[in-house]
């Protein structure tokens, strides 16, 4: 999660740090931004087809470290429409969101032994032209990983802009981290008062492009009541350090 100043410019005034994906998901995993590092997530292709049709979303998502074991997040991963039908309908339940992460437990994603667990909350903010108010955002967030693979699960309580409550359910499995290019899946459920349940799930992969540059690219597949959804993302993940 992601459309600032272009990477080349910024590289002059920065110096890079390691990369930690966790585009292209919607659910995170339990680790944070290293203090005074900056994460950029940029998500340029964005396609969404369902019965109405197709539309274009890109997005971004700003991660910075601001102290030991806590960061600030911006999501804009749900924030802009560049095209399709009904445009002024669909950017109705768009959201942004400024969101704060801390690991409560420190793990094998901290080069700790165990399981690794974060929260993450914050404000679900308007976007522009967009009824509704502020909302609110919980996540709890555990992590595990072996030599074969990692597990994060996260379990999301909303209070939505519309002022109903909606539930988020999801896991992300990825392959070996020492894997240039690494397989990954999410399945999730999720469901909000007054609709219909969704399931979705996305597969895809993340290719290590250098040390401080990940690319990825999935697919996901949704269902909510008698609909289908399909997406296709891709995009990269650059940390910074200021």
Known sequence: MRRLAPP??????????????????????????ETGDLELELGPVG??????GGTYTPSFILNYGLVPRVELVFDAHHALLLHGVDLAARRRALDTAMLGKGVVRQGCLQGQP???????????????????????????????????????????GDYTRDHTFAF???????????????????????????????VSGLGGAIWRASEHVDVDAAVRVARQGDENIYEVRAGLTWTVGL
């Open 8 to 33: 080349a410019a910024l590289a002059v005034l920065l110096s890079a740090a390691p990369a930690l994906a966790y585009r292209p998901f919607d659910e995170t995993d339990a680790s944070v931004a």
């Open 47 to 52: 396609y969404t087809h369902d019965r109405d």
């Open 114 to 156: 165990g399981i690794s667990v974060a929260v993450e909350g914050g404000a679900i903010l308007p976007t522009l032209p967009a009824a509704g108010g502020v909302g609110a955002a919980l996540t709890v967030i555990a992590s595990q990983r072996w030599s074969q693979a990692a597990l994060h699960v996260d379990v999301e």
């Open 168 to 198: 988020i359910g999801g896991a992300i499995v990825e392959g070996p981290d020492r894997w240039t290019v690494r397989p990954v899946v999410e399945p999730i459920v999720a469901r909000q008062d007054g609709s219909a349940t969704v």
